[in-house]
C-alpha cells in the first residue's frame, strides 16, 4: 500500500498525462469485463445495458466539462449552453433526414454551424458582463428550445424529437450487439473534451482565462482584451458542447428537445459545481455521478422501497430533479468546492 | 441606538494592531500597526497602491481582515459594516459614495441619526451652504467639490467619534480642493479625523501625525511637520520633493504625486 | 383594427404577468447581486396555492382569497429563502445564485410530486370568465384584472420606493450597498424585505398565470422566468420604471409578431433583446460599460 501510495505521489505515475492515460486505458477496457458490481449496475460490465448507461455519464461528463471551460476556467456564468448540444443534435438529425447526407458529413456541417452560432452569439452576448450574460445566453437558450419544439414541427418532430434516419447509421454502430461501439464512441468524445480543456487549460490563453476568472481588471491593465479570451472559452465550449450532442444523438437514436429546455444547463452547472469547478477532474466527475444519478435515481423513486413509504415521503422522493436540486444545494452550503475540492485534498486547482 | 459614550480622554481613540488583509488570493495589508490621536487630523500617507483605502475599509468592516482594530478599546474586527458605523465612525470614501441617483436631501435623509434627526441640519448647511440650495438636485448632477461636500455633510448629521476621509480633494481644482479642506480643518476641531490625502499643501494645513504606509506595511510615524521638513525622507516615502510640495506650488506638486505614483 | 386591439390587450395582460415577476427579480438583483433563479418557484407556489384555495371555494370570494394566498405563499417563501438560503451565504455571491438554482430545480419537482404532472383546470367566476366588448374587439375579462393589478403594483412600488424611508435605503442600496451600510443601515432588513416583496409579486403573478391560462402547472413558473429576465435585463437592474416599460415592449412584440407568424413571437424578443444589447453599449448597471 505504502509503495502503491509513493509511486503515486513520486514515480512515473505522478505525471498528470500518465494518470490521466490511465484511467482512459481503463475505461477503454471496460467493455472487454464481465465484471458484476451488484447494487451498482443491473448486469456485467459488458451487458448493452450497462455500457449504454455508462456512455451516457461519459457524454454528460464531456459537456460537463465543456461547460467548465467557460464557467469554472475563465468565471463566465452561461445558461444557455444547451443550445450548442441541441445545434449539434438537431442539425444532424435534420441534415440526414431530409436533405440527405451521410452521418458524419451532417455531424462535419454541425459543428461547423455550432461553431458559427457560437462566434456570433457569442460575441452579441459578451457585451453584457457577469450576470447579465447569463440572463442574456438564456434568452438564447429559450429561443432555440421554442425554435426546436414549436418552430418547424416537421423537421423538428416538435416535443416528440426526430428519430435519425436508420438507414443513414452505420452497421458497426445500430443495434444493441454493436451499443460497445457506441461507448467507445463516448469515450473517444470524452478523450477530446479532455485534452482540448485540458490543452487549452495549460496554454497561454488558458492562463489569461484563469485570470480572468480571479480578476478582470488586472488581465485589461496587461493590455490584452478579456472580451476576446472570453470569447474563445464560449467557442471552443460551443463546438464541445455540439460535439457531445452528435455523440448523444448516436446514443439516444434520434434527437430529442429535452437537450433544448433550461433545465437541461441547468444540470450541466450543478454537474460542474457538485465536482468542483475549475479542476482537472472536478467536471469530469461531476456529469459521470450526475449521469449516474440522473439515471439511477429514477430507479430509486421507482422502486418497491420508496413505493411503500407514506404518501407524504413518497411524493418528493419519486421526483429526481427534487433529489438532485436539494443534493446539489446541500454541496453549495457543505461543499463549496465541490467534490474533488472537498474529498479530494491532493485533485489541487488547475493552477497548482 | 448605542448611545455615544463620553469621549476617551485618552490619546488613543483608534488603533490597529498587526491588520492583515487579503483579497482575491493576494496579501493587500501585511501587519499593520499605527494609532490615531483622540483629536486633530492624522494623515494617512503613502504611494499609490499600498494600502491605504484598504487600510480604511477595514476599519468600516468593508473588507474582511484579521488582527486587532479597536475603537476606545472595543474591537471592531468582526463587526457588520452598519454596526461599526452606529459605534461612532463616520466614512467617506475614496469616490465619494454620493447616490448619483438620489437627491442631495434624500442622500442627507439616509444619514440622519435615529434620535433627533434633524438637529445636525443647520450645521452642516452653515459649513456648505450649497446643500440647502441643491437640495432638491439629484446628486449625480453636482460639481465633484459639492459631491464631496455632500459625502462630508451627510455625515455630519450624526455624532461621531472619528471620521475616516479617503482622498477628499482627489480630482477637484485647487480652490475648490481649499475650500474642502478648510471646512474639513473646522470639522477637525471637534471630531478627530483619520486623512488619507495625495495632496501634501492639504496634508502640512491638516494633519498634526501623519502615518506613512508602503506595500501593506507601516514604514514612518511621527509628526508632519518633522516628516515634510526632510526632503529626502518625504521623496523616499512618497515619490515627491517637499519642495514642489510648497503650499503655493499645491497643485503642480499634486500633478507631481500622481503622475509620479501612478 | 379589432385585430390590433385584440393583440394590444393580450400584449398588455401578458406584459402585466411579466412585469409582476420581473419587478421582484430586478429589486432583488440590484440590490442584491443575486440573480434569483429560485424565482419561478416562487411564481409556481403562488399558482398552485392560489388555484388550491380558488378551487375550495368557488365565485368571487374564493377568487380573491386564492390570489391573497397566492401572495402570501410567494412572500413566505420567498422570506424563508432568504433567510434560510441567501443570508448563510452572504460574501458568496456565486454560491448563492447556485443555490436558488438548486432551489429552482428542486421546488417545481416538489410541486410536480404535491399536484401532480398535469395542469390542473382553474375555473373563473362568471364575471370573469366573459369578454368585454371594446371598439368592437371581444377581450378576455382576465386581461383587464392582469392589467390592473400591474398597474396597481407598478404604482404601488413608486410610492414605496419614491416616499418611504425603506423604498430611499432600497434605492441607495441598489446604487451603492457598501455605502448604505457604512452610513450605519442594516442593509440585511432591506434584504428580507425585497424577497418577501418580489415573492409576492411572484406568487400573485403565479395566480394570475392561472388565471390566464385557465390552469396551472408544474412548468409554470420557469417559463415565466425566462421572458422576466429579458425583461430584467432590458429594463435595466434595480429600475422598477424601466422594468415596467420593458414589459410592455417585450409583451406587445411578441402578441404582434406572433400574429403574424406562429413563434415568430418568441424569436422575435430574443432578437429584440440581441438589437438592444447591441445597440446599447452599457452593462446591465445602466452605466456605461
Redesign the interface.
Known amino acids: 500500500m505504502n509503495t502503491l501510495t509513493s509511486t503515486w505521489r513520486r514515480g512515473p505515475l505522478a505525471s498528470r498525462w500518465v494518470r490521466a492515460g490511465l484511467v482512459f486505458a481503463v475505461l477503454y477496457a471496460l467493455p472487454y469485463s464481465t465484471l458484476r458490481i451488484p447494487g451498482v449496475f443491473d448486469g456485467p460490465l459488458d451487458a448493452p445495458g450497462v455500457l449504454q448507461l455508462l456512455a451516457v455519464c461519459l457524454v454528460f461528463a464531456g459537456l460537463a466539462m465543456s461547460y467548465d471551460l467557460l464557467f469554472g476556467h475563465t468565471g463566465v456564468m452561461s445558461f444557455g449552453h444547451g443550445m450548442f448540444v441541441t445545434g449539434g443534435m438537431y442539425a444532424t438529425t435534420i441534415l440526414v433526414d431530409h436533405a440527405g447526407f451521410g452521418l458524419w458529413t451532417s455531424a462535419a456541417i454541425g459543428l461547423a454551424v455550432a461553431l458559427a452560432a457560437a462566434v456570433v452569439l457569442g460575441a452579441v452576448a459578451l457585451r453584457v458582463e457577469g450576470i447579465g450574460f447569463a440572463m442574456v445566453t438564456l434568452a438564447f437558450g429559450q429561443a432555440v428550445a421554442i425554435l426546436v419544439v414549436s418552430g418547424s414541427p416537421q423537421l423538428t418532430g416538435g416535443e416528440q424529437g426526430e428519430t435519425l434516419d436508420a438507414g443513414a447509421v452505420p452497421a458497426v454502430l445500430s443495434g444493441v450487439r454493436n451499443t460497445a461501439n457506441l461507448y467507445w464512441i463516448a469515450l473517444a468524445y470524452l478523450a477530446v473534451c479532455a485534452l482540448v480543456v485540458w490543452g487549452l487549460a495549460a496554454s497561454m490563453p488558458g492562463r489569461v482565462m484563469r485570470a480572468l476568472r480571479e480578476n478582470e481588471r488586472r488581465v485589461e491593465v496587461l493590455g490584452l482584451n478579456p472580451y476576446l479570451f472570453k470569447l474563445l472559452a464560449f467557442v471552443v465550449a460551443g463546438v464541445l458542447a455540439a460535439g457531445g450532442g452528435v455523440v448523444y444523438l448516436l446514443l439516444l437514436g434520434g434527437a430529442t428537445p429535452t437537450v433544448s429546455d433550461s433545465n437541461f444547463t441547468l444540470s450541466l452547472l450543478v454537474m460542474a459545481v457538485l465536482g468542483g469547478t475549475g479542476r482537472r477532474w472536478g467536471a469530469m466527475i461531476g456529469g459521470v455521478l450526475y449521469g449516474y444519478a440522473g439515471q439511477s435515481l429514477t430507479r430509486v423513486s421507482g422502486s418497491s422501497a420508496v413505493a411503500g413509504l407514506p404518501g407524504v415521503l413518497r411524493g418528493p422522493l419519486e421526483q429526481p430533479l427534487f433529489l438532485l436540486g436539494a443534493a446539489f444545494v446541500l454541496v453549495v452550503f457543505f461543499a463549496p468546492g465541490g467534490l474533488t475540492g472537498r474529498f479530494g485534498g491532493r485533485m489541487r486547482r488547475e493552477e497548482a | 441606538?448605542s448611545a455615544v459614550e463620553p469621549v476617551n480622554t485618552a490619546a488613543n481613540l483608534l488603533e490597529l494592531e498587526d491588520v492583515r488583509v487579503r483579497l482575491?488570493?493576494s496579501a493587500i495589508l501585511h501587519g499593520v500597526s499605527f494609532t490615531v490621536a483622540a483629536a486633530g487630523v492624522t494623515a494617512l500617507l503613502g504611494r499609490n497602491g499600498v494600502g491605504k483605502t484598504t487600510t480604511a475599509k477595514s476599519v468600516?468592516g468593508?473588507y474582511?481582515a484579521t488582527g486587532s482594530i479597536r475603537l476606545d478599546g472595543r474591537e471592531l474586527i468582526g463587526l457588520?459594516?452598519?454596526a461599526v458605523?452606529?459605534l461612532g465612525i463616520g466614512?467617506v470614501?475614496e469616490d465619494r459614495?454620493v447616490?448619483?441617483?438620489?437627491t442631495v436631501a434624500?442622500n442627507l435623509?439616509?444619514?440622519e441619526p435615529r434620535e433627533q434627526p434633524k438637529a445636525g441640519y443647520p450645521r452642516v448647511y452653515e459649513l456648505f451652504p450649497v446643500l440647502e440650495a441643491r437640495a432638491a438636485q439629484p446628486a449625480g448632477t453636482l460639481s465633484g467639490g459639492e459631491q464631496q461636500m455632500l459625502a462630508i455633510g451627510?455625515?455630519l448629521l450624526?455624532r461621531n467619534r472619528l471620521l475616516v476621509v479617503d482622498e477628499p480633494t482627489k480630482g477637484l481644482s485647487p480652490k475648490v480642493a481649499a475650500e474642502v479642506a478648510r471646512a474639513l480643518k473646522e470639522v477637525a476641531e471637534t471630531v478627530p479625523v483619520l486623512l488619507i490625502e495625495q495632496n501634501l499643501s492639504v496634508v502640512r494645513t491638516l494633519a498634526g501625525q501623519a502615518v506613512v504606509l508602503d506595500t501593506g506595511r507601516v514604514a514612518h510615524r511621527g509628526a508632519t511637520r518633522d516628516l515634510l521638513a526632510d526632503p529626502a525622507r518625504t521623496n523616499a516615502l512618497l515619490g515627491v520633493s517637499t519642495a514642489r510640495a510648497d503650499p503655493v506650488r499645491a497643485d503642480t506638486a499634486r500633478a507631481d504625486a500622481r503622475g509620479g505614483t501612478a | 383594427m379589432t385585430t390590433v386591439l385584440l393583440l394590444t390587450a393580450t400584449g398588455l395582460g401578458v406584459a402585466a404577468l411579466y412585469f409582476l415577476v420581473a419587478s421582484g427579480l430586478t429589486l432583488i438583483f440590484g440590490l442584491m447581486d443575486v440573480l434569483n433563479f429560485a424565482h419561478g418557484a416562487f411564481v409556481g407556489l403562488g399558482g398552485y396555492v392560489g388555484w388550491t384555495v380558488a378551487d375550495r371555494l368557488p365565485g368571487s370570494p374564493g377568487l380573491v382569497l386564492g390570489l391573497l394566498a397566492g401572495v402570501a405563499a410567494g412572500a413566505a417563501t420567498a422570506a424563508v429563502t432568504e433567510l434560510a438560503v441567501i443570508r448563510p451565504l452572504y460574501g458568496r455571491p456565486l454560491d448563492q445564485v447556485l443555490a436558488t438554482v438548486g432551489l429552482g430545480l428542486a421546488i417545481p419537482a416538489l410541486l410536480q410530486a404535491v399536484w401532480g404532472a398535469d395542469a390542473r383546470t382553474w375555473t373563473l367566476p362568471g364575471w370573469l370568465a366573459g369578454t368585454v366588448g371594446l371598439f368592437g374587439a371581444r377581450i378576455p375579462s382576465v386581461r383587464f384584472l392582469l392589467i390592473g393589478l400591474a398597474m396597481a403594483l407598478l404604482l404601488g412600488l413608486r410610492l414605496l420606493l419614491g416616499r418611504t424611508r425603506a423604498g430611499l435605503v432600497v434605492r441607495a442600496g441598489v446604487e451603492d450597498r457598501e455605502m448604505v451600510t457604512a452610513l450605519g443601515i442594516d442593509v440585511r432588513r432591506a434584504n428580507l424585505a425585497v424577497f418577501a416583496l418580489g415573492g409576492a409579486a411572484a406568487g400573485l403573478g403565479g395566480a394570475l398565470f392561472g388565471l390566464y391560462q385557465g390552469s396551472v402547472s408544474p412548468g409554470d413558473g420557469t417559463s415565466l422566468l425566462v421572458y422576466a429576465f429579458v425583461v430584467v435585463v432590458l429594463g435595466g437592474a434595480g429600475s422598477i420604471t424601466g422594468t415596467a416599460l420593458a414589459a410592455v415592449a417585450v409583451g406587445l412584440v411578441q402578441q404582434y409578431a406572433d400574429y403574424a407568424s406562429a413563434s415568430l413571437g418568441d424569436e422575435s424578443v430574443v432578437i429584440l433583446l440581441a438589437a438592444v444589447l447591441l445597440l446599447r453599449r452599457r452593462n446591465l448597471r445602466g452605466r456605461p460599460a
Not at chain 2, 447616490?99 to 438620489?102: M, N, Y
Open positions: 441606538m482575491g488570493g468600516l468593508l474582511p457588520p459594516t452598519h458605523a452606529r466614512y470614501p459614495g447616490f448619483a441617483g438620489l434624500e435623509r439616509l444619514a451627510r455625515i450624526r
